[in-house]
Every structure is written in structure tokens, then in C-alpha cells.
């Protein structure tokens, strides 16, 4: 190629960019109209009653000017930040929502925050296409995506992640005296991290690390150790200290309990998460484990059947790609950009590598590890923008477009499917959901259970006809009873003592559905897989009180 045909090539480029990011300006507001259009539709997981506390108990706790100190000892949510679930508490209380409508709502833009994240990062590391496929790669993640409504931990954890990574990306070119406002945003992000869970200090250590590989790569170029030594000093004191304090005040502002000792109470609940306990076994691979002692494929399995084919196939090629383009460089590998692609790879597989390493208590599969899709996503999108450039001359492009083409409808198609169960799905490499259940955990978190109210609902309805609201019925829940109640009509009533409840709501998760006989009369079902049913009792009920009232007139 010519200079000038390479000159016109850019050229066309550049005039092409505003094109890609059109196409992401117009992606990012449907994924906010899906928002909009769909929070309704999520059910209320296991965790999202006492985090909804914790963040009414911490607004309470300022509100009071520091009097009301429930939020310091509410179960063992004290050992976290409040960002979100504060934030969300304030909104409750002007939102014309329900409250837990209300956290979806928020939960869910604070998702599309990720996807704006991973566009700002693909853009920035190889311009306006790879930021577009970067967001597009990262909202067709159904566990991220499924995940983005109800999730009030891990999704804007992810979201403060992804942004760190963004922010450390910007920086490492400008390395040793980057613009205070970019230091000034990455303190922020992190703070905010740390103000979800302590686990944000895992960014602290990516920076850190990227610091010292630029010095060490420094010390190689220039073989000056004075100078060296001067742009660490310059580094640590424009960029570490600055960054340490404002992200450590951010945290605090979100988390009373590290505020009654600023240092001992963070540093006791990072111990805390190292040593969690899970007294309970885990389903992988078809087989119950202990959380404590399981296999050291878990992890890495899970991720691996939760991307989509496609991302998973751009994900294993992203090291090698990187490797590859650095060597073969004409004039050696370039600092930056190697450094660049160390954050990521970093974000993307430490803290997997890290877990499996430590043999960490796991359980409900990947999803303490969401925080590692949105780099994932990045570096498939960096990868796929490479392909394209390669195929740009490719005989076949137009076929192969065509295909990925109808891959995509057809993953999108799964997604609409799953809705709004898209956290369950599992990929082709072991049968999709179908294939996955009785292997692996699908519906966890009980998010099914409003579908399932709804069918009982519709059953009883149809059953009783007019008279249906002059009856009362006994529900029994297996699980998260406020995944269930909280869509209870107002002649439902919950009940504990599952022996004596009318009906009987059960997941699939621990073979829960199986723990009671009764009339199957509902199943929530997803391409093929059970989520959870409704049963009937009411006979057997009916029947154990007749033997009970006849030994009693014996």
C-alpha cells in the first residue's frame, strides 16, 4: 500500500468513525428504553430484601445525624459499602415506583454506566468500532445482562471496575505525571468500588502494578536508575497518594461501620471475605460439593459456559493477539500499548487465577466474578476489531458477515427467550439451559417466583372465577419468602410451616421441587429447562387434618 493510499484509507476512517459512534449513541438509549420498558418484569432476588434495608438503615443513619446506628450491626451487610443501596433508598423516596421496582430501575441504568464503560475503553485503546463492539459484546452477556436489574452488589461493582480499568488505561501513557483530573476520576471510581465491597482494593493493586511495570520498563530503556527512581517518586506522589486518599474518603462517605475505624474496620471485613463460610453444598457438574473443597474447574467452568460462543472464541484469542501484535512489531513492543493490554488482561484473569489459587469458597456459580465480563468484553471487542481490519480485502466477507449476521439474531433471539431469566443461560458447549440443567444452578436467586405467583394467580382465578378474592390461601415459599410475597394478591398468605401450606412455590435449586409432594399445577420453564413450580397441596392438606381430627375423636 501507497502512502497516499494508506493516507486515504485513514481518510475514510475517520470520516466512517461518527458512523460507529452513531451506532453506539443509538445502542446505548435502547438499552436504556429496554430499561425503562422491562425493570417491571424482574423478580426480586434472594439478597435484594436485606440490602434494601441496609441502604434505608445507612440513609437513616445520616438522616439522624449519625444517632440512628442500625446500619453498624444489620446482619453481616455492615462489611460492605452502601453505594448503591443508599443511592437506591434516597430514590425510594420520591420514586412514584414500588420499592424494589424502584432498585431495578436504578440497578438497571447503572448496568448501561458498564456498557458506556466498556465503549469508553474499547474506543480509547482502538478507536470508534471497537468501542461499538465492545458494548455490544458486553450487553449480549446474559449474566451480565440478566444480571444489570437485580443484582445490587455485583453489577455496580462491575460498573465501578470497568470504569477503573478505563481510567488506568488513559493514565499509563502520561505516566509520570498524568492530568490531575484523570487521577481525580480514578479515585473517584475506585472510592466507589470500595463503597460496594472492600474487594475494590483489587484495583488499588492493578494500578500499583502497572506503576511498577512501567518503572521496571523504564529501567530497561534508559538504564538510568536516578531518573528511574525520580519518576517513581513523581508517580507515586501525582498519582498513588492522590488516588489512595480521594478513593478511601469516597468509600467512607458510602460505608458508616469503616467510618467508626477507618483502618481496622475495612482491613476486618477484607479478612472477613477471605474466610467466608458456606455451610452448604454447591451443584457442578452434576454432582454436590462443598463450597469449601470445590473442584478447581468451577470457576473458570462457569465463565466459560457464560459467554457466548462467540465472545468466548474472541476471549481465548485476546492473549495470543496481544502477544503477537507486541513482537511482531517492528521496533520491539511499545511500552504503552503493552501496558495497556496488561490492565486488562489483568482485570480480565487475576482475580480467576487469584481464587482458583486460594481454593475461595464459591457458590451461585460466577457470580461474584460478574466484574471480570465487562474486560472480557473489551478484549474480544480489541480482537474482533483486529479480524475485521485483517478481512477487510477477504474474498468471502460479505458470506462470513452474513453468518455472524444470523449468529447474533439467533443469540439475540435466546436472550428474548430467557427474558427475563437471561442470568440462567448457558451456552452451547453444554446443550444451552437445557442441556445445563441438572448439572449446574439455573434460577438461584429465585427470580422466577414472580412468574410463578403470577401463574398460581391465574390458576386459582380460573378455578374460583368471581369468588376467587373471598377465598384465602396458604403459601409456602422454598427459599426467599420476599421473592414470592412481595407479588402476593392480598388473599395470599405466606406461611412457614410448608406441611399445613395450600400451595407450595419451589426453585429447582438443592432439588427444592422435589422436597414436597402435590399437584403440579404451573412450571416456569426456559427453552426446555424448569425453573420452578407451583403445587397444589390442598388435598393432602385437607386429608392429614381429617386423620388428625379422627385420632383426635378416638
Known amino acids: 500500500m501507497t502512502a497516499i493510499e494508506f493516507t486515504e484509507v485513514k481518510a475514510s476512517r475517520r470520516r466512517f468513525a461518527p458512523s460507529w459512534d452513531l451506532a453506539t449513541l443509538v445502542l446505548v438509549l435502547g438499552a436504556i428504553g429496554l430499561v425503562i420498558g422491562t425493570f417491571h418484569d424482574y423478580g426480586i432476588t434472594w439478597d435484594e430484601d436485606v440490602h434494601n434495608w441496609y441502604g434505608v438503615f445507612v440513609l437513616d443513619y ?111 501513557p502520561t505516566l509520570p505525571r498524568p492530568a490531575w483530573g484523570l487521577v481525580f476520576k480514578l479515585g473517584i471510581v475506585i472510592g466507589l468500588s470500595l463503597g460496594v465491597r472492600v474487594g475494590g ?47 478511601y474518603a469516597v468509600m467512607l462517605v458510602f460505608w458508616p461501620w469503616a467510618q467508626q475505624s477507618p483502618i481496622e474496620h475495612p482491613l476486618t471485613a477484607l479478612d472477613y471475605f477471605s474466610h467466608v463460610t458456606f455451610p452448604f453444598t454447591t451443584l457442578f457438574d452434576g ?32 492473549v495470543p493477539a496481544a502477544l503477537i501484535e507486541q513482537v511482531s512489531r517492528r521496533g520491539g513492543p511499545d511500552r ?36 471480570v465480563l465487562p474486560p472480557l468484553a473489551v478484549a474480544s471487542a ?73 401463574g398460581l394467580t391465574n390458576y386459582l382465578e380460573t ?17 426467599p419468602p420476599i421473592s414470592a410475597d412481595y407479588f402476593f394478591p392480598d388473599n395470599f398468605v405466606f406461611t412457614e410451616d410448608r406441611d399445613k401450606a395450600d400451595f407450595f412455590i419451589a426453585f429447582t435449586k438443592d432439588n427444592c421441587n422435589n422436597a414436597l409432594p402435590g399437584k403440579e399445577v404451573f412450571r416456569v420453564e426456559r427453552l426446555g429447562a424448569l425453573l420452578s413450580i407451583v403445587l397444589d397441596r390442598r388435598e393432602i392438606v385437607q386429608a392429614a387434618e381429617k386423620v388428625a381430627e379422627d385420632s383426635d375423636t378416638q
Not at 527512581?229 to 486518599?245: C, D, G, H, N, Y
Not at 478447581?296 to 468466548?312: D, G, K, Q, S
Open 336 to 371: 504503552t500499548r503493552s501496558l495497556q493490554y496488561g490492565v486488562i488482561a489483568i482485570a480480565a484473569l487475576f482475580p480467576v487465577v487469584y481464587a482458583v489459587w486460594i481454593k475461595a469458597v464459591l457458590f451461585d456459580g460466577m457470580r461474584h466474578f460478574i466484574f
Open 62 to 172: 445520616y438522616l439522624s445525624w449519625f444517632k440512628d446506628n442500625r446500619s453498624l450491626h444489620w446482619l453481616n451487610l455492615y462489611n460492605y459499602g452502601a453505594a448503591f443501596d443508599m443511592t437506591a433508598a434516597l430514590v425510594n423516596r420520591v420514586s412514584p415506583f414500588g420499592t424494589y421496582e424502584t432498585r431495578h430501575l436504578l440497578n438497571g441504568l447503572v448496568g448501561v454506566l458498564g456498557v458506556i464503560g466498556a465503549w469508553k475503553l474499547g474506543r480509547f485503546m482502538a478507536g470508534p468500532r471497537a468501542g461499538f463492539l465492545s458494548a455490544v459484546l458486553l450487553l449480549t452477556i446474559p449474566n451480565y445482562y440478566g444480571q444489570m436489574f437485580n443484582n445490587p452488589k455485583d453489577i455496580p461493582f462491575a460498573v465501578a471496575g470497568i470504569w477503573s480499568v478505563y481510567y488506568m488505561a488513559r493514565i499509563v
Open 463 to 479: 378455578e374460583y372465577g368471581a369468588e376467587f378474592e373471598d377465598h384465602d390461601f396458604t403459601v409456602a415459599v422454598c427459599g
Open 382 to 454: 480489541l480482537v474482533a476489531d483486529h479480524v475485521a481490519d485483517r478481512l477487510k480485502d477477504f474474498r468471502w466477507r460479505h458470506t462470513l458477515s452474513g453468518m455472524l449476521a444470523l449468529y447474533g439474531v439467533g443469540h439475540l433471539g435466546i436472550m428474548f427467550v430467557l427474558h427475563p431469566d437471561q442470568y440462567v443461560y448457558y451456552n452451547g458447549l453444554v446443550g444451552g439451559v437445557d442441556g445445563a440443567q441438572g448439572l449446574f444452578k439455573t434460577d438461584y436467586w429465585g427470580n422466577s417466583y414472580a412468574e410463578a405467583v403470577k
Open 287 to 318: 454432582q454436590y460439593f462443598p463450597a469449601t473443597d470445590l473442584p478447581w474447574e468451577y470457576l473458570p467452568t462457569h465463565i466459560v459456559l457464560a459467554l457466548p460462543e462467540l465472545t468466548l472464541v474472541l476471549a481465548c484469542a485476546a
Open 201 to 247: 482494593l483489587l484495583f488499588f493493586g492493578y494500578a500499583g502494578l502497572a506503576g511498577l511495570l512501567y518503572c521496571a520498563w523504564r529501567a530497561a530503556e534508559t538504564r538510568d536508575a536516578p531518573l528511574v527512581l525520580r519518576e517513581l517518586w513523581t508517580a507515586s506522589w501525582r498519582v498513588l497518594v492522590p488516588m489512595l486518599l480521594l478513593s
